[in-house]
């Protein structure tokens, strides 16, 4: 199947080399030369406009991927190719977007007939080995028809064992991909998704503060522990109820940096946290833990603790997120580790 994809970026390029890796065809553009060009020698048709990709795809329910920052810059791509796709053709915006955006969007594509997929892409900069999980929102007739890119991005069954009692249920939600409903709510679970994720770093960088923090001078000699932290990552991963994928990067960092010197604590949020505490507050839904957890982000640009440097280390390796405050000796580096099977988060 041929598509186009928008936004060459830690994503987008991945996402297309994982497809061209499955059989299919990607026409590619991104404003920067260099990225049209790395994906063109990995097989990609380079483009170099919004225009010229579309003049390149063929047949009839083109699609085109934007894979881009939400806000303007995805707001204005889908504007332009509004006026450059025909009828039954599609958009999909795999990106963090406000689902009340793809809302609006869909229903403006809708009176040219052409046909809007939100996409809540999760899987961060390991997505081209481990495939992607994703949340899709949109028409059935155009998720069906997208059925092959979407399977091919998934990650499959992989390791993870079935759940019992699942029955008739979708088949395509064990393999990693669900349609959640119309336009917007394959964002919203995305959202929602993310801030669990908020919740989820939140209480691991708490208690391995609380753990670095036992052989403090304050407390008793008697009463203090001066315990490995590293080792106490690494023991929980195996076998322990707190195991996730979230705790393996958790560990890759600490192994490779057990006082996290290379952080500085600077912790972004980049806008899913606030939508979901949003979301709660429209629905009178109690969320103490993920509206404390976004809190945290926000106190973390004034002091940084040990914590907040474990939740910089999580952020940066599952996406790849670099920290907005300064280091000193330069940017931080992903950690490596033998992940598990399925993405967490």
């Known amino acids: ?80 190719l509004g006026g450059l796709l025909a009828a039954g053709d599609i958009v999909i915006d795999g990106g963090n977007s406000f689902y009340k955006d793809d809302i609006r969007r869909a229903r403006a594509l809708a009176e040219k007939k ?25 028409p059935k007739q155009a998720v069906d028809h997208l059925d092959p890119i979407f399977r091919a991005l998934a990650p499959g069954l992989g390791s993870i064992s079935r759940t019992p009692g699942r029955g008739a249920d979708d088949p395509r939600a064990e393999q990693g991909y669900i349609h959640a409903g119309p336009s917007g709510a394959g964002h919203f679970v995305k959202m929602i998704h993310n801030g669990i994720e908020y919740g989820l770093m939140q209480a691991y960088a708490e208690g391995f503060d609380i753990l670095r923090n036992k052989n403090a001078s304050s407390l008793p000699e008697g009463e203090r522990f001066d315990l490995n932290i590293a080792d106490i990552a690494e023991v929980w991963r195996r076998g322990s109820v707190v195991s996730s994928w979230l ?27 606030r939508w979901t505490i949003e979301a709660a507050i429209e629905e009178a839904v109690p969320a103490e833990v993920l509206s404390s957890a976004l809190y945290a982000r926000f106190r973390s640009r004034q002091e940084h603790t040990f914590g907040e440097k474990m939740l910089s280390a999580m952020r940066l390796g599952f996406g790849g997120h670099i920290e907005g405050g300064h280091v000193e000796g330069g940017a931080a580096t992903a950690p490596t580790l033998p992940l598990r099977g399925h993405p967490g988060a």
């Open 247 to 273: 705790l393996d990067l958790s560990a890759a960092a600490l192994a490779q940096d057990p006082a996290l010197e290379q952080f500085s604590g600077f912790v972004q949020d980049s806008g899913e946290g």
């Open 1 to 80: 199947m041929q598509i186009g994809m928008v936004g060459l970026g830690r994503m987008g390029g991945n996402i297309a080399r994982r497809l061209m890796k499955a059989g299919h065809s990607c026409v590619v553009f991104d404003v920067a030369a260099d990225a049209r060009a790395a994906l063109e020698k990995d097989g990609a048709q380079a483009a170099a406009s919004l225009a010229a990709l579309v003049d390149r795809l063929e047949g009839n329910s083109r699609a085109v991927w934007v894979m881009l920052p939400a806000g303007r810059i995805t707001e204005d791509a889908i504007g332009e």
């Open 114 to 138: 052409i046909h809007y997929v939100d996409c809540g892409t999760s899987g961060g900069v390991w997505g081209l080995e481990r495939g992607y999980c994703m949340m899709i929102g949109g």
